[in-house]
C-alpha cells in the first residue's frame, strides 16, 4: 500500500492545519484519527524496484506554502510506520519572480 500525506502548517488561509491524506480518488481529506487510507493498494515494484505516483500533477498549491508532501509504503500503515518506511519528498515553496 502507498500512502500519501499532506502536512498542512497554520496560517493557511481558510485550510485548516493538520493533516490530509491523498484518497484513491485522488482528493485531499483531512484527517482525525483512526486508520490511514491508502492512495493505493496492491501495488506491485517494477523490475527496478521503482513505482511510480503521480499525487501533484495540475495541483495549484499556491496558497499551500510550508506543507509538507510524505509518502510512504507498506503492507499497512503501522508496518509502514514501524519499518520507517516513508519520507518527506516536496515541501511547498514561495513562487521566485525570474
Given at each position: 500500500?502507498?500512502?500519501?500525506?499532506?502536512?498542512?502548517?497554520?496560517?493557511?488561509?481558510?485550510?485548516?492545519?493538520?493533516?490530509?491524506?491523498?484518497?484513491?480518488?485522488?482528493?485531499?481529506?483531512?484527517?482525525?484519527?483512526?486508520?490511514?487510507?491508502?492512495?493505493?493498494?496492491?501495488a506491485t515494484l517494477d523490475a527496478t524496484q521503482h513505482y511510480?505516483?503521480?499525487?501533484?500533477?495540475?495541483?495549484?498549491?499556491?496558497?499551500?506554502?510550508?506543507?509538507?508532501?510524505v509518502v510512504g509504503y507498506g503492507t499497512d500503515e503501522q508496518?509502514?510506520?514501524?519499518?520507517e518506511r516513508y519520507r518527506e519528498v516536496y515541501v511547498v515553496?514561495?513562487?521566485?519572480?525570474?
Amino acid at each position: 500500500k502507498v500512502y500519501v500525506a499532506a502536512l498542512v502548517p497554520a496560517g493557511i488561509a481558510r485550510i485548516p492545519a493538520g493533516i490530509y491524506l491523498l484518497e484513491a480518488n485522488r482528493g485531499w481529506s483531512y484527517y482525525g484519527g483512526g486508520p490511514l487510507r491508502e492512495y493505493v493498494s496492491n501495488a506491485t515494484l517494477d523490475a527496478t524496484q521503482h513505482y511510480f505516483v503521480s499525487i501533484l500533477e495540475s495541483a495549484d498549491l499556491s496558497g499551500l506554502i510550508g506543507t509538507r508532501i510524505v509518502v510512504g509504503y507498506g503492507t499497512d500503515e503501522q508496518e509502514m510506520l514501524g519499518a520507517e518506511r516513508y519520507r518527506e519528498v516536496y515541501v511547498v515553496q514561495p513562487e521566485t519572480n525570474p
